[in-house]
């Protein structure tokens, strides 16, 4: 979701379901992919872009349920993998 900070108003909500056949590391990464376009596309200072599962960002979501990482995390807290952008 995307929300113009000024008014409170959402300008742009989505919400990406699981493909059939989709494993849980595809259906993250494509996430992933797909956060980063919508923050690239809302980047003003005005816009606050807002991911689900209870988390601000793909990385949050990430750290907290490393079973959707490739690498997981390494030893100083840091995800190995891809990372998104911003």
């Known amino acids: 979701m995307v929300r113009d900070r000024g008014t409170g108003r959402f ?4 919400r990406m379901e699981r ?3 989709e494993t849980p590391w595809e ?3 494509r996430s992933v992919r797909r956060e980063g376009q ?7 200072a005005t816009m606050q872009v807002i991911v689900g599962w209870g988390t601000d960002s793909v990385e949050d ?3 907290e349920h490393p ?4 690498g997981g995390i390494v ?3 840091q995800l190995e993998g891809d ?3 911003q």
């Not at 300008?11 to 989505?14: G, H």
């Not at 079973?67 to 490739?70: A, D, G, L, P, Q």
């Open 11 to 14: 300008v742009y909500t989505e």
């Open 19 to 21: 493909r059939a056949g």
């Open 27 to 29: 259906y993250a990464r």
């Open 38 to 44: 919508i923050r690239t596309r809302f980047a003003e």
């Open 61 to 63: 979501f990430l750290r």
């Open 67 to 70: 079973e959707y990482r490739s």
């Open 75 to 77: 030893g100083d807290g």
């Open 83 to 85: 990372m998104v952008d």
